[in-house]
């Protein structure tokens, strides 16, 4: 089992900088897969981003990419989302989320709780 616990999500409004942060606790944190998504009122769960074990490969979904920026520290058993020039299309509960096989569709075996992240115009 993997727990994980997102933070530092908030409301900023447009052209401003978040930071999220996943904490991680259980099994072997730096052996899984990690990914962001969101989900917006009345929308599906769409990826975000994604990091393999070793943090060596990196995926964005195209509205992000240039703006977000997706990192973990393994010792510290965090990863993070930066994510700057946001805006309010970007309105949405975000999630962190863990998984043996690097994969960009939502077939995490591990998922948080969920931050709420609100940009205003």
């Not at 930071?19 to 099994?27: F, I, W």
């Not at 930066?82 to 096989?101: F, G, R, W």
Request: proline content about 2%.
């Amino acid at each position: 089992q993997v727990q994980l616990v997102e933070s530092g999500g908030g409301l900023v409004q447009a052209g401003g900088s978040l930071r999220l942060s996943c904490a991680a606790s259980g099994r072997t944190f730096s052996s899984y897969a990690m990914g962001w998504f969101r989900q917006a009122p009345g929308k599906e769960r769409e990826f975000v981003a994604a990091i393999s074990w070793s943090g060596g490969r990196t995926h964005y979904r195209d509205s992000v990419k240039g703006r977000f920026t997706i990192s973990r520290d393994n010792a510290k058993n965090t990863v993070y989302l930066q994510m700057n020039s946001l805006k309010p299309e970007d309105t949405a509960v975000y999630y962190c989320a863990a998984n043996e096989i690097f994969r960009l569709d939502p077939l995490y075996a591990y998922w948080g709780q969920g931050t709420q992240v609100t940009v205003s115009s």
